[in-house]
Every structure is written in structure tokens, then in C-alpha cells.
């Protein structure tokens, strides 16, 4: 395998051209330094920039703008971000959200790497990610002046710049900085393979990876291997070449762009996503030591657990309500007038909250759930949308369909996401006599929704995980077009998750470690004390909201729960804690690290009360309130639905970044 080198950024045209600016940037916030009086005593302010911008949402209107700070104390080195007050472009964006993002002096020795990227259209921004694997907001300089920052942190500490990605600095204020890479980083591609002691690879496995090939390994199952690997606060002698998919996946778990290209950008050119990265490496961890066994004559006694501040149960039974049988067709007949209008349509989410809707009904109601009709269409103007967007699928469909053999060997994009649909379909829900069998016509169907879907949104594509949210979709619709409306209205909610931006993850994971904190002090504090506060032990939970853990038809069951949004748009979110919570005791009891903690969470998976669940959640977001509310970040998904139908107005109402 080709070593891969590390050079210091002063070999970088970039960076040397931009020393004459830098030098200009430090004397030009020299006056603000001696002035400020705010800084700490000692301090020296050498670099700042106004207007460096962080946007909580999609939309460029939504942002928050503010002065980006390097400062210098003694021998540390700290950087700051505090947003302007009373600035705002958007009336949403109150105080308590601004300060959500604030960044108050942070030491460049708690950061793990800047990532520089300047698109063709648009701001230059970084992305700074940390060590314990969480990463601040990107950060847009709209005045320029990414350049000079760098070449200031250059000044003052050990920069190193990947020779394969040139828009990757490592940093690194040890007198050993490769060895730092190593055991902190966790960049092992990064550096020379001869720097640490590896274990043996089978000629199968190397070529696989030198390859890219993709395995048929599950991306989010924990398996040992993985849940080994990440003890890295324990075990540092790792084999760089093949620990590649966790410290990718770290990185997934809470850099602020998420779902698809954090580590692409980070760690390759090639466009892909979090999953196929998962996949790619985790076939490559089985041979990590497993030497380090638990001493059988240690005597382990037990560990307090500390109570339960809001004691689940009692607090379920005060606030939780009970379920109620699934709304049935005459019931169904009671909301709608003589024309097939929802009368009450905020009754008809709240019945479906506490109860769900019985199969047969599902079809009629998902279609106004999703957004795809509206709850004032009639049957006629149902009908008739249906006939519009079949005849508009058809013609989205012929856009691939029409690609001629010759056409397709000069379009690698459509081979590449044609390849791993086709990879993914004759693996998802074999089990489901839906799809079962050979020669399914189902799984042709499921071919044919997810290429169409990544010819009508060709930005985001397809990206691994789709095929298992479209799947209980085509089960209740049995039509190939509803079924792709339908998808894509659930993908206007759920498509951050796989964004470029890989905001939508990130924004979830965050909401999440802010409303188990606010919920259950203690057990946040044993994740923080465990190293889990990335809460990475949720990532599948909400990427495929807990299509992995559910029986197929309680999966739906609670899809269409989540889809009223009574309550809360986040309900999601509290599901996660009310698991968590439901299980602290054994969690904390147990002392569970990262590696057996994913493991009991997978293992979770077909043994979930989802009643129980959903009653625990209720109660939850009751409790947390308004507070819970301030919690979640602005633009957190999914958004919110629109009462008309989100297809009758697809115009977008703001500018997307």
C-alpha cells in the first residue's frame, strides 16, 4: 500500500502567498487588541475578522453573523467566535439561539483539524473539528480572509497539511506531531503505516481496501471490530490502514456537515456517504489485538447509579397518556365533510398520535400526512393530482430510462448510483414477503422509485439508508408513482440527514445531547464521562428513525406517529431519550464504554416496547416544554409540514445556500 505523506503547509503556494496578506491582517486588528478590554489579562489578539458567518438553516437569510478572534496567551493559543448582538438578518434567530453557536476560547490544543473549502459559487468557509471528535458550524468568512487566518495558526502552532487532501490541516502543538496524528487524530491515512505496529492483514482484506470495493458487512449493526476500535482511550496501537471507518465515523457522528460527505471531503475526492464509508472500512476490523482481555482477578464491585432526576415512570403515568386502538374507517368517515375534506385537521394528528391508523386506511392517510395532498382537497382534486403527478413521474422515470448503452458509459455519476441502488434493493426487506422471492416485481418497483428520485433530486442523489425509508412506503402504496411522491415529501423532511451540508445530522445529535442534559443531568454526565457526548450510540436511531429496531409493522406505526408532529416536529429526539433513559440504570450500573454500550444498544433492536416508548416520550417533551424548545437549533430536521400539501407549491420561499 502507498504511504501517504504529510507535508508542512509552508510548501503551499496558497500559504505563502498569503504571508504578506497575513502579516497585514495582524497589524490591522493590532488597534483592536490593545484596546479590548473584555480579553484576558495578558492575552494577545493576533488575528480577527468581522463578518464570519455561521447559517443554522439552509436559507441564506437565516444567519448569524459575528467576529472570528486568534488569541495568544502565555504558551496557549485560543480561538473565539462571539456572534454581533442585536444583528440579525431573520427575526427567528433570537439571542438564546445565537448563543447556541457561540465559540468562547477554545485552546487549538482540544483541535484535531481545520478543513478549508471554497466552492465555485459562493463564500469560503472551514470547518474546525475537535478531538473529541465534535466539530463546530462551518464558518463563512463573507469578507475574505480565510487565507490570512491560516497562515496565522501557522504562526503560532504546528500546522500539517495532507498531501492527498489540500484542504486538510492537521493541528498540532506537540513536540511530536506524527505520533500526535496517530493517538489523537486518528488520521492513520495520513501518515507513514511504519510510524505504529499493525497486525497482520490477510492479501484478501489489503485488496479490498486498496479497491474501494464495497462489502455486504450491515453499515450500522456495531460489530465487535468496530466496537473495539473505538476504545481509543485505551488500546492506541491500532493498524492505520485498517481503522480507517471509525475515525471516519467519528467524524460523522458530529462534524456539523453530516450525513454523505463529511469524510469524502475530509479523506477523499470521490463523492459518497456515510454509509458506504462505514461499509467500506468495518469489513476491515477484525484483526484488531485482541490480546487486551479483562483480568479475570479484578474484583469489580458494584457502582452506584445515581437516581433518575425525573423518575420515568412515575413521570409516564402523570404526563404520558394511554394508547388507543388505531383509527378505523367509520371513525376515518367522522373527519372528513361530504367532499372528502379533513375538517379538523390538528383532531385528526392528535387521534393519530395516541393510536395510529389501521392498514388499510394507511394509503389514504400517509398521502396526506407526508404533505403529498392536502387535508382541504377533495376526492376530485385528489384524483386529479394523482393522474398530474403520475403523468410528471413518468417523465422524470424516461430521463434514465432513455440513457443509451454508449450515453452511460460517459456518465459516471448515473453508473455509480445506478450500481449501488441495484446493490442495495436485493437486500432490503428480503424477510418482508412483500419483498421476498426471486424476481420480485416489489424490488423492480424499488429500483425504479429510488433512480427516478436521484434523477429529480440530483444534488443529493441516492445515498445508502434510502431504500430502507422508501421501503414501508411502497408496502402500503403498491403504486410505483404514489410511492415516489410520497418519498420525496418524506425526503423533504428527512433529506438533511444526507445533505452535503451534513447539517441535518449534526444539528439532531446536538438538540439531542442538549435535551438529555436538560432532562437527565446525571446520565449526560456519565456519557461526558465515558467520551459518548457525541451520542454516536443514536446515529442509526435517527438516520432511519428506528426502522432497525422495530418489527416492520410497529415501524410504521410509529412513522406515521412521528409524521403528525403533534406535540413536537422532534418527537424522534425524545424517543432516543426515553430508550436511553429507560435503560440508565443498567448503562451507568454496567460502567458501559462506547464499545459495549453500541453493542447493547444494537442489540436493543425487535425487544422495544413501542407503546411504552411512545408514552415515555410524550411525557418527556411535556416536561421539557418551552426549555426543550430551546434546545433544538433553528432549522433542526424535519421541518415542519405544510398544511396545503407541499407539492401544490414546490417554489421555495427563500434563496438556498
Known amino acids: 500500500m502507498q504511504e501517504t505523506e504529510i ?46 458567518t455561521i447559517h443554522p438553516t439552509q436559507f441564506a437569510s437565516e444567519r448569524i453573523s459575528g467576529r472570528l478572534k486568534l488569541i495568544k496567551q502565555s504558551s496557549s493559543f485560543f480561538m473565539t467566535w462571539i456572534p454581533y448582538k442585536g444583528k440579525s438578518t431573520n427575526a427567528r434567530l433570537s439571542e438564546k439561539d445565537k448563543n447556541l453557536y457561540t465559540i468562547r476560547a477554545v485552546p487549538f490544543a482540544d483541535v484535531r483539524s481545520i478543513r478549508r473549502h471554497t466552492p465555485a459559487f459562493g463564500w469560503q468557509y472551514i470547518i474546525v473539528v475537535l478531538s473529541s471528535g465534535l466539530a463546530f458550524p462551518p464558518l ?21 497539511r495532507l498531501a492527498e487532501h489540500a ?10 506531531p506524527l505520533q500526535r496524528t496517530l493517538s489523537s487524530l486518528e488520521l492513520p491515512r495520513a501518515v507513514s503505516l511504519s510510524i505504529v505496529p499493525s497486525m497482520p492483514v490477510s492479501g484478501g482484506e489489503s485488496a479490498s481496501q486498496e479497491n474501494g470495493e464495497r462489502t455486504d458487512v450491515d453499515v450500522l449493526d456495531g460489530s465487535p471490530s468496530i466496537r473495539q476500535f473505538y476504545r481509543r482511550e485505551r488500546q492506541k496501537v491500532h493498524d492505520p490502514a485498517r481503522d480507517i471507518s471509525m475515525q471516519v465515523l467519528e467524524k460523522f457522528s458530529l462534524v456539523t456537515k453530516f450525513a454523505r460527505e ?6 477523499w475526492e470521490t463523492p459518497t456517504n456515510a454509509f458506504s464509508l462505514f461499509e467500506r472500512g468495518s469489513s476491515n476490523l477484525s484483526a484488531i489485538d485482541s490480546s487486551q482481555k479483562p483480568r479475570d482477578d479484578v474484583l469489580e464491585l458494584p457502582v452506584p447509579v445515581p437516581p433518575d432526576p425525573l423518575e420515568l415512570d412515575k413521570l409516564s403515568l402523570a404526563w404520558g397518556k394511554p394508547r388507543q386502538p388505531p383509527l378505523g374507517l367509520e371513525e376515518w368517515a367522522t373527519f372528513l365533510d361530504s367532499e372528502g375534506r379533513v375538517v379538523d385537521s390538528k383532531a385528526l394528528r392528535k387521534r393519530i398520535f395516541y393510536g395510529g391508523v389501521e392498514h388499510k386506511l394507511r394509503k389514504e392517510v400517509w398521502e396526506i400526512l407526508l404533505g403529498y395532498q392536502s387535508y382541504e382537497s377533495t376526492y376530485a382534486e385528489k384524483e386529479y393530482q394523482r393522474s398530474n403527478k ?9 430521463q434514465w430510462q432513455s440513457i443509451s448503452p454508449e450515453q452511460e458509459k460517459r456518465f459516471t455519476k448515473f453508473r455509480e448510483r445506478k450500481d449501488l441502488i441495484e446493490k442495495d434493493v436485493v437486500r432490503t426487506d428480503r424477510s418482508i414477503s412483500f419483498y421476498g422471492g426471486d424476481g420480485n416485481a416489489n424490488l423492480s418497483f424499488l429500483h425504479n422509485v429510488l433512480l427516478t428520485y436521484s434523477f429529480y433530486n440530483f444534488d443529493l442523489g441516492y445515498c445508502q439508508g434510502m431504500s430502507d425509508l422508501l421501503s414501508p412506503i ?56 465515558k467520551d459518548c457526548l457525541n451520542y454516536f450510540i443514536c446515529f442509526r436511531w435517527i438516520l432511519l428513525q428506528f426502522k432497525r429496531e422495530l418489527e416492520y409493522d410497529q415501524t410504521m406505526r410509529l412513522w406515521e406517529v412521528l409524521w403528525t408532529h403533534h406535540l413536537s416536529e422532534h418527537l424522534h429526539l425524545y424517543v432516543c431519550i426515553a430508550l436511553l433513559k429507560r435503560y440508565r440504570g443498567k448503562i451507568i450500573g454496567e460502567q458501559m464504554e462506547f464499545d459495549t454500550l453500541l453493542k447493547f444498544i444494537n442489540e436493543l433492536s425487535g425487544h422495544i416496547d413501542i407503546d411504552v416508548t411512545l408514552r415515555d416520550a410524550e411525557a418527556l417533551c411535556l416536561c421539557a416544554g418551552e426549555n426543550g424548545s430551546a434546545c433544538i437549533p433553528p432549522g433542526t430536521p424535519p421541518s415542519l409540514p405544510r398544511e396545503d400539501g407541499f407539492l401544490f407549491n414546490s417554489a421555495l420561499d427563500d434563496t438556498v445556500l
Not at 463563512?140 to 500539517?160: D, M, P, S
Not at 403520475?390 to 424516461?398: M, R
Request: a negative charge; hydrophobic letters at 40%.
Open 7 to 52: 507535508h508542512d503547509l509552508s510548501d503551499d503556494a496558497d500559504y505563502a502567498a498569503s504571508q504578506h496578506q497575513g502579516s497585514a491582517s495582524m497589524m490591522r486588528c493590532e488597534s483592536g487588541k490593545r484596546s479590548s478590554s473584555n480579553e484576558r489579562e495578558g492575552a494577545e489578539v493576533v488575528y480577527m475578522e468581522d463578518n464570519v
Open 140 to 160: 463563512y468568512f463573507y469578507n475574505g480572509g480565510v487565507r490570512e487566518f491560516l497562515a496565522t495558526v501557522k504562526q503560532h502552532i504546528v500546522l500539517l
Open 167 to 176: 484542504n486538510v490541516f492537521l493541528v498540532n502543538d506537540f513536540q511530536n
Open 262 to 267: 463529511a469524510t469524502s471531503q475530509l479523506f
Open 390 to 398: 403520475k403523468t410528471e413521474y413518468e417523465i422524470i422515470k424516461n
Open 474 to 529: 411502497l408496502f402500503v402504496m403498491e403504486d410505483e408513482s404514489e410511492s415516489f411522491w410520497c418519498f420525496v415529501a418524506l425526503m423533504e423532511r428527512l433529506g438533511p440527514n444526507f445533505n452535503r451540508d451534513q447539517n441535518g445530522m449534526h444539528s439532531q445529535l446536538f438538540a439531542l445531547s442538549k435535551l438529555v442534559e436538560l432532562l437527565d443531568a446525571p446520565l449526560h454526565n456519565y456519557f461526558k464521562q
